[in-house]
Nanobody
Framework: QVQLVESGGGLVQAGGSLTLSCVAS????????LGWYRQAPGKQRELVTT???????NSSDSAKGRFTIIRDTIKKTVYLQMNSLKPEDTAVYYC?????????WGQGTQVTVSS
């Protein structure tokens, strides 16, 4: 069973920083793709950033220059380091992983950025 468990969400002021964590039940190298998505109220889920098994990243324009995805294979954890947060970053953030048998999602963690 593939499980992804997020943590680290919370309330932060605009301009602040926050780091989300996602602990996987598998070795991270089992995932062809790992990443983060988010969903704001009334909006569709959207890409934040992903990283391939080879280390190539793909990020939304909104995330570029502010958000960084980091993998720790020893801890089986993928992090989303978020800087210069804006109120429009407020959303539920989901960890995502793709293995050979399919796509998996975490339960989500709420990030709220106050102005």
């Amino acid at each position: 069973q593939v499980q992804l468990v997020e943590s680290g969400g919370g309330l932060v002021q605009a301009g602040g920083s926050l780091t989300l964590s996602c602990v996987a039940s598998l070795n991270l190298l089992s995932f062809n793709l790992l990443g983060w998505y988010r969903q704001a109220p009334g909006k569709q889920r959207e890409l934040v950033t992903t990283v391939t098994i080879g280390g190539d990243t793909n990020s939304s324009d909104s995330a570029k220059g502010r958000f960084t995805i980091i993998r720790d294979t020893i801890k089986k954890t993928v992090y989303l380091q978020m800087n210069s947060l804006k109120p429009e970053d407020t959303a539920v953030y989901y960890c995502y992983g793709r293995v050979w048998r399919g796509d998996y999602w975490g339960q989500g963690t709420q990030v709220t950025v106050s102005s």
